[in-house]
Structure formats: structure tokens, C-alpha cells
């Protein structure tokens, strides 16, 4: 942790840290009302009207304005979707409105992972362990190294190019992450362990491609539209959707100053340190509201980590009073520029790609 | 301007049944095929309930009925069932229960609403829900039904205790129902007599049908009865059988009289509110989990989470310390307490996280 420099906090302080947060966490969960369930229905009426509206645009075909808006259109529809609506509401954040079409536990997103996978890998591992190696998968997803505390491997001196086909094909990557095809290969997993993963796995798998890459272009045929054009706008949509979301979660927990925790540190932890190692594990980006709302606030990722049910257009707020306490508890609050965080964590991706020896002589 | 007339609306229903199929096996999502139907009519929706209101009536100080159309998806409810009612307050979406009193063939039914004191649904109903809007019900449920082959019936209501009963006697009554009938009608005074005038009606058309009131809060007059429910008022006049609703203080006081003999062959009852616990101590609660089919003894100090694997339940969860949601279920009945911030739910369907919620008295969880 030579890169961050944090006062050590004894239990008092610790547990002062926490009382602090967690009342952080009830003045916001007092005031939740009319507002936050008003704003998340907007969001799904833009994610709404972005979809529809390029797929309609995309059966215009390849002149060049109305293909391009409507790849465009269905791709920040596909964003929005993703970060600020879906990932949101499957965090439960907005449970407390009690309305079935925004309940976390049924919520299925429009991407190629199943959202029950998600709500396990991400929700409970990533949440509950988040940057402790070994523990976090979310910690290179098993094919990157980003921290010398990672063990080093010779797969890993490629790792420019595996990061380049993960953040190509994010979404599938999330996806086959709760598959744990790594332990199957080692023998670890059984067959029939995975089988029925599988099949959850085809099943959602099928239902998008059907509706991206055979529904809607079959649509544009019989409508005596192009088909490829159509085919290929979708394709482009999904594909900047994944360059987009790669960047984001790479730059939520992999920055320069963000920390990793090992498997002995968090035995028999405590709330305050469950707190603590979010706030250092963390880190977000600066930019304005559209740059928030696009990231579906996991620019305010420390804030996300703190308080993961809490809607997430509140962390703004919340974000200077977070700020204000790590400040007391003598805590850095890792915070940049996108551009500025992503290129530490490219700069970690090519660093670390070495073994350890070699990383030390530049 | 919706873009179909109200009276489409339920000859359209059968027609969305593959749309139906295809949502319930995710090809499409509910929420987005609901949205295009509301295009067309506000009540329109591929599952969910929803009704316009027609007419508003006093039937007391303090009720009011309401006369709803239904959706096509309202189907065989019976009166003396009930449904939830929904809607949206400070962006949170409350339900109370509430009895049909009437119910038609065509969609059409009647609620009853009383105003609770310090009631966060009803005095906003009453005050503010007007004619043409729309509102959303669950489906129907209670198991109150018409004892139509006994020899004699006795029903006993506490306050809005009269919402089933009604709903079932007027049902009856209709249908030719001839034996002997005896209604008691518990209120605290003389203005809560809901329905009184179209009770005093019915009585006069059918000589077999007796009511009476019994006031506890006010000096009794003429023919009315005082006092709570004691076995003194009930009448000679044999009857098979009795159905009784009410508070759970009034259902348990005839529960016990029902069981000291020479009383009526069979008792159907329904109480509305929880027994009361006592919050902080260790108490003994009835828990269950629906989905699962299991009831039992608990208590008000382990987590339901903790609870339920005591049972040989395996609920889905994760981190065991309220961050993760994964244990996330319904709370269909019962008051719960966050274990970590204090806060008390009771509304019926919130979602509540079974790691760190205790019960606060009996509770019913979907899970």
C-alpha cells in the first residue's frame, strides 16, 4: 500500500468511522421519497426511448445520418440501461419503493449475463470482498494482473491483448465469470455442477441474440429494410456498450491508488473495517452530470461501495460528506479525471504484466 | 385520451394471452408490454389488476364505498374475499386490504374504506381519489364463504368487520337464501353504523333476516345493544352456523365463547389486525414462509434469516450481513425490524432482508 498514505485507525476510531457512515446512510435512507422513484422512471422512459428510437432509425438502413444515430442511440439506450437503470435497481436500491417492475431480486437486464449470476458474483462476492486478491474475481477477472500482491504467471505477460479482447466482449466476460470455468478445467467444478449454469447461461444467451441479431433483422427483411444494416447497428451498439463499461469498472477498483487487501485481513472483520477497506479499495472519476449519469454513478464508485442499496443519484450528495469524514480519519479519497484514472490503470495493465523481478527495473 | 373505450377493455384480455406466455418465459419483459397497452388503455395490463373508480358513496361517519371497474385479469372473485389496493405515496408503493362487498359477473365490484386514525392510506383515499382514476388491486384471497346449506346463520362483525360479512349476506340474500339470519354489528358509535340504511332495507324485505347494533362507545338506544361482544347478545334463535370479523381482540374474545359449548356447530372467522407484541423482549411469534409451505414457532431475537435454516429451509443469500441482497423477500404479513437501523416495516410486499430483519410478531414471508 506504498502508494496511498492512510493513518492507521485503532478500534475506537474505527468504530467513530463507522457511526459516522452509517448515519451518513440513515439521513439519506430518511429522505428517500417521490424524487429518486420519479427519477429512476425517467431514466427507463430514456433508456425507452433511446432503444426503440434507433432500432426504428436502423430500419432506414445504411444512409449514413439516420444508420449512425440510431447505432448510436440504441448504444447509449443499451448504456443507460446497463449502468444507471438495471445495475442499479439489482442492487435493491430502489426496493423500498415496493413497485414489482423495479424490484431487485426479479430485475433481468439486457445483457448476455443472466442477472442471477450477477446478483451472486457481483452483488454478494464483489460487494462483501471487494479488492481482497484471491477472494474478489472481480481482481483481473482471472485474466489480468493488476497488483504485485497477484501471484505472477507466464499467461500473464500477454495481458495487453487479453485485456483488449475482454473489454471487445465485456459483457461476455461477465457473463462466464460465475461459470468458474477455471475451476472445471482444474477438475474442481463437476460437470454436473456446471450443466445446469449452462443451460441458464444458453437460455439468456439465446434470448439476446435472437432479439438483437435475428428478430429485429428478420423484422427489417419482411419490412423490406436491409437486414445487414440492421445487424450490424446492433452489433456496433453491443460493442460500444462493452468498450464503455470495461472502462468504467476498470477504473472503479483498479486505479493507482486504489488498494488490495489479502484473505488474512479481513478475517473477523468489523463493520468500521468492512468501511474502511471500500474507501480504500475504491476509487472515482470527476466529470459532469452526463458523465455520472453514463457511468450510472459508479463515478462516485467509493460512495457506491459504502452504501451499494442506496439510489445511486444520491451519491453525489453524499460524496461531500464522504469526502469530509475520510479527510477527519486522515484517509486518502482516491479521485480524478476518466481519462486520468483510466490511464493508471493501462499503465498497471502494461506494469504488471512482468514478474516481479523485472517490473522493479524499468 | 386513451385509444380504446373502456367497455374494450375486457373483451381484449383473451387476446393478450400469447404475450402472456411469452413474458412469463422472458422472451419479452412485462413491464415494457404493459407500458404499450397503457398506451391504449390505462387499465390495460398483461397480468397486473387495475380498476377505475365510478362512484364514491357514505355508508357511515367514517367509510366509504367505492364502486370500481376491473380488468379482464379480475376473475372469480367472490364477495367476502379481499384485495389489496395499491397506491403510490412519496414514491412508495403502500397497500391496504380491503373486503369486496359486492362483486358482478362484468368486472365490476365494491370496496368499503373506513378511515384508521393516523392511517396513512385511508384519509387519502377518502379525501383525494376521484372519479375516473385509476388504482391497482392484487388478486382476491380470504377463504370467508356462505354456509348456504345450514339451517341458520349468525354473523358477528366488529367495525369494518361488516366489509365481508356484507358482501356475502347481500350475496346470499340475492340468491334466495331463506333460513333464518342473524347479523350483530359491533361499532363505537352511532355514526360508524356503515351500511345501516340498506341493512334496515334488506330487513324489511327478507323477514328472515335480523340486525342489530350493539354501540361501545355511546349510550344505547330503542333496540340497540351495549358493550362489547358478550354471549348474552346473541338471540335465542338456533343457528348452525357463524362467521365473525373484526379486530383480533373481538375475533378471539367469540373464538373463546365458540368454544365453551352450545354455540353454533361451525365457525368461520377473520381477524384484520396482528395480535399485539410487545417489541425488545424475547417472545414466541408464528412464522411462515409461504412459498416453502412451512409454519412454525419463532422468536423475536434471530434474524428470519437464521430462523428459516432452523426450519431446514435453504433461502438464497450471501453475505449474511445486510450489503448483498440476495436474501431479499417479500413481507406478506407481520411487522419486522432492521437489526441495524431500527426501522419497523409492515407494509405487505415490501421487500425486506431476511440477514438482518427480526419479526416483530407473527409474519408471513414470501419465500
Known sequence: ?????????????????????????????????SEDARYIRRVRAAVRACCWSGRLLLMLGW???????????????????????????????????????????????????????????????????TNVVGMDDDVGYGVVRLFPEQRWKPFYRWQPLWVTLQA???????????????????????????????????????????????????????????????????????????????????????????????????LGESRGHWYLRQLRGS????????????TGNLSHQIEHHLFPDLPARRYAEMAVDVRAIAQRYGQLYNSGSFAGQLATVLRRIWRYRLPPQAALQP | MPLLPLAAVRPLNPLLMPWRRLA????????????????????????????RLLARRWVSDDMLALTLQCNGNACDWRPGQHVQLFREVDGVRLSRCYSLTAVDGRGRIEL???????????????????IGECVELSQASGSLRWPSQAQGVLLLAAGSGITPLLGLLRQALASGYSAPVTLLHYVRERGQRAFAEELQALMQRHANLQVRWSLTGQAAQGDELSGRFCPAHVPERAAEQALACGPHGFVAAVQRWWQGGETPASLQSEAFSPAPVDAGEQTCVRLAFRRSGVACQGDTAQSLLEQAEAQGLRPMHGCRQGICTRCTCQLLSGRVRDLRSGLVSDEPGQAVRLCV??????VEIDL
Open chain 1, 1 to 33: 500500500m506504498s502508494n496511498r498514505e492512510d493513518r492507521e485507525l485503532n478500534e475506537v476510531e474505527l468504530q467513530a468511522f463507522a457511526a459516522e457512515l452509517d448515519a451518513l446512510r440513515q439521513r439519506t435512507l430518511a429522505s428517500l421519497g
Open chain 1, 63 to 129: 444512409f449514413p445520418p439516420t444508420w449512425l444515430l440510431g447505432s448510436l442511440l440504441l448504444a447509449l439506450g443499451k448504456i443507460l440501461e446497463n449502468m444507471e437503470l438495471g445495475h442499479n435497481v439489482m442492487h435493491g436500491q430502489y426496493d423500498w419503493m415496493n413497485d414489482p417492475e423495479l424490484s431487485g431480486r426479479d430485475y433481468e437486464w439486457d445483457i448476455v449475463g443472466p442477472s442471477d449470476f450477477w446478483r451472486h458474483t457481483h452483488n454478494h462476492v464483489h460487494h462483501t470482498w
Open chain 1, 168 to 266: 471487445l466482449l465485456f459483457q461476455y466476460a461477465v457473463a462466464i465469470q460465475h461459470l468458474r470455468l477455471d475451476q472445471y478445467f482444474k477438475g474442481r467444478l463437476s460437470a454436473a455442477e456446471l450443466r445446469p449454469l449452462l443451460r441458464q447461461f444458453n437460455a439468456k444467451l439465446l434470448r439476446q441474440w435472437g432479439k438483437d441479431y435475428l428478430l429485429f433483422p428478420v423484422l427489417a427483411l419482411l419490412l423490406g429494410a436491409n437486414a445487414l444494416a440492421v445487424l450490424v447497428g446492433n452489433l456496433l451498439a453491443n460493442l460500444l456498450r462493452n468498450l464503455w463499461t470495461f472502462a468504467v469498472i476498470f477504473c472503479g477498483h483498479f486505479t493507482e491508488k486504489a488498494a488490495v487487501f489479502s484473505k488474512e485481513s479481513v
Open chain 1, 283 to 294: 476509487s472515482n472519476l470527476e466529470g459532469g452530470r452526463l458523465l455520472h449519469i453514463l
Open chain 2, 24 to 51: 412469463a418465459r422472458a422472451w419479452l419483459r412485462e413491464a415494457d408490454c404493459d407500458y404499450w397497452l397503457q398506451r391504449l388503455h390505462p387499465l390495460l395490463s398483461l397480468n397486473r389488476v387495475y380498476a
Open chain 2, 112 to 130: 368499503a374504506i373506513k378511515r384508521q386514525a393516523g392511517g396513512r392510506l385511508s384519509g387519502l383515499l377518502q379525501d383525494h381519489l376521484g
Open chain 2, 357 to 362: 430483519s427480526v419479526p416483530l410478531g407473527d
